[in-house]
């Protein structure tokens, strides 16, 4: 279980597309939707698998 802990990812945009650039090991994968209303992506680390999701 996860509980407690933090992540720290720092990510860089190109157009509607992010890629991790540095932070906490693993990766982070993200897009903006809809005019940049929304944003979905997933996070993977050897020790976790997560998806997320939000809109403005």
């Known amino acids: 279980m996860w509980e407690g802990q ?14 991790s650039t540095g932070g906490d090991d693993g990766t982070l994968h993200g897009r903006f939707y809809g005019s940049r209303q929304g944003v979905a992506g997933t996070v993977e680390r ?10 403005r």
Do not use: H, N
């Not at 933090?6 to 890629?19: D, G, I, K, Y």
């Open 6 to 19: 933090s992540l720290q990812a720092q990510s860089r945009f190109a157009e509607v597309m992010a890629t």
């Open 46 to 55: 050897a020790d976790l698998t997560a998806a997320f999701g939000a809109r």
